[in-house]
Every structure is written in C-alpha cells, then in structure tokens.
C-alpha cells in the first residue's frame, strides 16, 4: 500500500510541485487547502503532469474543529509536510493578528493531531528570513537566528521554536524544517507554476508580468548597496529541485535516518544573484526584455543572503540541479501559458 502524506497548503506554489514530485516517487497525497491564496484547478495540472489527481479536501487548518474533523477522516498519515500558512511580509506588517493567528494555530493544531493520531513525522516550510542579515555569508545551519524583520518572518522563528520544543517533550515525534532561499521557477511542463493574486511582491512574478504586458515597468528597489553592481543578492531555488528536497526529507523521516528528532537544513543553491543579474539572466535565457527602472530601496530588505549548503548536501543526499537560465525559461513559459485574465 502507498505510504499516505498529508499536503498541508498543496495548492499553493510549492506545495503544489511538492504534491508533483511525492506521487512521482510513489506517494499516496492528500491535499489539506482552504483555497485562499491558491485555485481548485491546481489538481488539474498535478494530475496532468503526474497521471494522478490527488485526494483534495477544502479545510482551514487553522481552524481546531476542522483540523480534528479531517484528521478522523485519514487514519492513516505517515506524515504532514506543512505549507499552509499566509506568506506576504508587507500585509503581515499591515495585520499581524492575522499572521500570528492563521500560520501559529495551524501548526499548533497539526501537532495536536499528530500526537492524537500517532502521526510521527512533519516537514515544516521555513524561511531564510529567520536570519535577517547575517553577519556573515553565506549562512549556515549554525548561523545564529536574529530577530525577525516582520510579523511573517516571526511566525517562521516561532514556528521553529515551536515545533522543536514540541518534538522534544512528545520524542515519538520528528520534525525537519527547512529554511527556503528564494523559490522561483515553474514545473518544466508548464502545467503548475507560482500563481500569485494581484501585484506582485516578488521579483520573479512581477518580471514575468512585465514582459508579458499585464506591467509596466520593473521597480528595482535600489542600486546603491554594497554589493558589486549594487543590487540586493538573493539565492534563488528552483521551485522543483526545492520540491525534490521535502521527498528527501519525508524519506529521512520515515526510515529513521534523523541524527535527532528535530533537524533544519538550509534549501538553497550555495549562490548568490544580484537584481540585475536575475535581469540579465532572464533576458539572455528567453530573449525578452525586462523593462526596468532603478527605484528607491525597499525598506526591510536585507542587502545579500545566500546558503551554505553542504549541511543539507551531506546529510539530505539532495543538492538543487537546474541552471539558473533554465529555471528563468521555466518562469517565463508559465506566465506565457496563463492567461492574462487570470493575473488581472
Ligand atoms: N525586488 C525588486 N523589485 C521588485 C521585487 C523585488 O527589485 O519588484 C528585489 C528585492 O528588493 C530583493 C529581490 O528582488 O532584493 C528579491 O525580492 P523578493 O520579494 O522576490 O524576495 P525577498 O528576498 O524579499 O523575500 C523572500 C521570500 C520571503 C522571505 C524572504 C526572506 O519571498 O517569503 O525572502 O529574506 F521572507
């Protein structure tokens, strides 16, 4: 029988290409998801790329009733990988009750399930953020956590704190966060991709919007850093290769292969890429251009952050694949595919 994992969020952007690469790997997958941030039609391109259309349940996990109701209803998860959560750092400042409510209780209401239903294993999503800007580069597993920038890069530290402090009372429990980089990209086949609800905050959704009309102009947001050309240095992960890293990780946790029941690994390539290089990058891998302009810096953005992978390389056995050209390509193919109506 397929070992049953709970998508927690598997509509969404990541969760969803996680979803892809677990029943490519021969996983029975559940879709926990109360659409907010993501559409129905996502099962649609799972099932296209993979042949499979996973089980979808609508619930809000944040929600104590709901969570208790659903996990009745599957006895028999091995493991959550556990992506719902809100994710925007500017509307996390604007309402952080909503931030602390929604992305706290939902943790706290699965690893209430988990001890309830002997459900020994979680893959939680955790961010870069909880490093702020790091004295020193690249980051490792042992850089120390600073304090949070914005209410959402809170919610990931506490997260952390929480699920480690969890595990350590209840031991028949595991967890892994992993710390994401910047995820970017789209499935090669074009059928999943990120699908973000109206401006974009991002820079990779707000160039492929540019290119194809829907904006105007790109903001880069400051060119007087310190860094070589003065753009803000990032490590951007293909959104494939990152979904490839919660297989590894689920695979470490089912066969008892964790050092100690709680574990983080940075996911992230090992390199860092200026603004202006993701738009030299973009334009050399499509042959569009980025119309752009170079604009007042962004308050609350860290000047560079880039992984020291070799942690993860080492113990995981995973390490990211795809050139950082190829990974554009697959930016752009997406947004070609998706109708303009759509992201309106
Ligand atoms: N940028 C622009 N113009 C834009 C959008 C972004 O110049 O229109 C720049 C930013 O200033 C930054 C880089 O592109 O230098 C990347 O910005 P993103 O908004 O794409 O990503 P961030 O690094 O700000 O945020 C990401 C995740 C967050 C996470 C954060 C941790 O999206 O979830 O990393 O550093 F909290």
Redesign the pocket.
Known sequence: MKKQILVAGGTGYIGSHTAVELQNNGFEVIIADNLSNSKIEVLDGIESITGIRPIFEKVDLSVIEETEAFFKKYPNLEAIIHFAAN?A?GESVAKPLMYYRNNLNSLMNMLEAMKEHNIPNLVFSS???VYGQPDKLPVTESTPRKEAE?P??NT?SISEDIIRDTVKAHPNLNGIALRY??PIGAHPSAKIGELPLGV?????P?ITQTVAGIRQE?????DDYNTPDG????DYINVVDLAKAHVVAIERLLMNKQNSNYEYFNVGTGEGVS?LE?IEGFERSTGEKVPHKIVA??PG??EQ?YADTSFANKSLGWKSESTLDDTLLSAWKWQENLKKEEVK
């Not at 753009?231 to 990032?234: F, T």
């Open positions: 994710k750092v961010s870069c953020t914005s959402y890069g990931k980089f910047n974009p905050n991002n820079l990779i707000f790109l903001s880069v947001f400051g753009s803000c240095i990032r603004v993701i810096r962004r953005d860290v952050i």
